[in-house]
């Protein structure tokens, strides 16, 4: 019967290249009993994953080792980067982080069963173009409303250095409506809580990224407009003017007297403002008006009443 062991990342791992080695006095004791009893190990199969390798991420190694005498086998790493040895890189896994395009990347292995070695296996692997990557996106402005212009933000990069273009997927209510490099999306027509949101696929000149989803956003609320003038100076005893604003979304507006002196009225479903002006009362006089819609969306106009004395003889 014959026993395989496999080692895989985080298995057993033999750190003698860095200088730890197996007890002389146990190796020597095993093979002067009887020297010829012990089989080598010896490495069934080697590989590494992922298959593809680029400059991202972790390579890492897959050994399935044999040992007719049924020891234990350990297994020490040595990995080479475009045939020279990688100082203190003697476990299973490799940083990908150091590798480049083009670069040769090699790992030998040696089994041991704690009294020989077996022949050592070396597999070499090409560094492939590592695909681009989209870190981040978000969607500006933040308050946006039907009529803006929406842009996307995206942060990404290629481990290659290489240049990076970004493609966009537009989606109104998580149905997409227009694609293409524009990374600016119009509004107008599109209504109050309408959801945005744009998918972002990043490409360079070979190949393309995985393609990421922005937060979505939901267009605010629009607050009224007010389209009426501010009145001029006064010296009549009445004051009346009316104010008036409108609402994008057709809102329904009200009305309210926020600073205004003492004894001024407005109606709130109309915007009329009426003062009957004390006798004698002159100077100017501040006046706020705030006209609000059924969404809490509000906006408001100021002015001043100028009064003056008619001159006496």
């Not at 209504?191 to 995985?210: E, L, N």
């Not at 922005?214 to 009549?236: C, R, Y």
């Amino acid at each position: 019967m014959s026993q395989m062991q496999v080692a895989i990342a985080i298995g057993v791992v033999w750190a003698g290249m860095t200088g730890c080695t197996a007890d002389p006095q146990q190796v020597e004791g095993n093979a002067s009993a009887d020297p010829a009893a012990n089989h080598p190990p010896v490495v069934h199969t080697l590989n590494v994953v992922p298959d593809s390798i680029v400059s991202q991420g972790v390579v890492i190694a897959v050994v399935e080792t044999k040992d007719l005498d049924h020891d234990e086998v350990r297994v020490r790493y040595q990995w080479s980067l475009n045939d020279r040895l990688v100082p203190g890189a003697s476990s299973a896994d490799f940083s990908a982080s150091q590798l480049k395009r083009g670069d040769r990347l090699s790992l030998e292995v040696i089994p041991f069963d704690g009294k020989s070695e077996g022949p050592p296996i070396r597999i070499t692997r090409l560094v492939g173009n590592a695909p681009p990557v989209v870190q981040s996106v978000r969607l500006e402005p933040l308050g946006a409303k039907a009529g803006d212009h929406i842009r996307a933000v995206v942060e990404g990069g290629d481990a290659d250095g290489d240049a990076v273009r970004y493609s966009y997927r537009w989606v109104r209510n998580n149905q997409v409506v227009v694609e293409g490099e524009n990374d600016s999306f119009e509004t107008t027509g599109f209504a109050r809580a309408d959801s945005i949101a744009v998918f972002v696929m990043p490409r360079d000149a070979t190949t393309h990224g995985k393609e990421v989803l922005s937060p979505s956003i939901m267009l605010e609320n629009h607050a009224p407009k007010f389209i009426s003038s501010t009145p001029a100076a006064l010296s009549q005893a009445l004051f009346s003017h009316a104010v008036a604003a409108i609402d994008p979304e057709n809102d329904p507006v009200t009305y309210s007297l926020e600073i205004g002196p003492q004894g001024m009225t407005i109606d709130g479903q109309t915007g009329h403002i009426r003062w009957v002006i004390p006798p004698a009362l002159n100077g100017t006089h501040h006046v706020k008006v705030v006209a609000k819609d059924t969404h809490d969306g509000w906006a408001s106009q100021e002015f001043d009443v100028v009064l003056h004395l008619p001159a006496t003889s």
